[in-house]
């Protein structure tokens, strides 16, 4: 039997996953390979990222294994993850990541 995935998880290390289509406020979440489900709270269109753990306030936003935002606020499992919840990366931010690189392991 092939299983409906609703939402594509791009990395391990991912904190978010993105709508293969709309989703609707009460839908569950369904990811390729994982069997938990999640709550989706408000509808989340097409393409938009949704929240697979907790971000809080200040922590990162992980997609493609990377960070490609900061949370602005704490965010819930299921909830939409956009730009009224997520800032972009600054200077700042994108200076101290370069700053862990272990270039050993390069």
Do not use: W
Not at 6 to 17: C, G, I, P, T, Y
Not at 74 to 88: C, F, K, L, Q, Y
Request: hydrophobic residues 35%.
């Amino acid at each position: 039997m092939i299983q409906q995935v609703n939402a594509l998880k791009l990395d391990e290390k991912d904190n978010v996953a993105v709508a293969l289509e709309t989703l609707k406020a009460g839908e569950l979440l369904s990811l390729q390979d994982e069997t938990k489900k999640i709550n989706v709270s408000k509808t989340i269109p097409y393409g938009h990222k949704v929240a697979l753990a907790p971000i809080p306030k200040g922590k990162k936003v992980i997609k493609y294994g990377e960070c490609m935002g900061i949370a602005t606020k704490d965010i819930a499992v299921g909830d939409h993850v956009h730009v009224s919840n997520v800032r972009g990366l600054t200077e700042e931010d994108k200076s101290s990541k370069k700053e862990g690189i272990n270039f050993e392991n390069i």
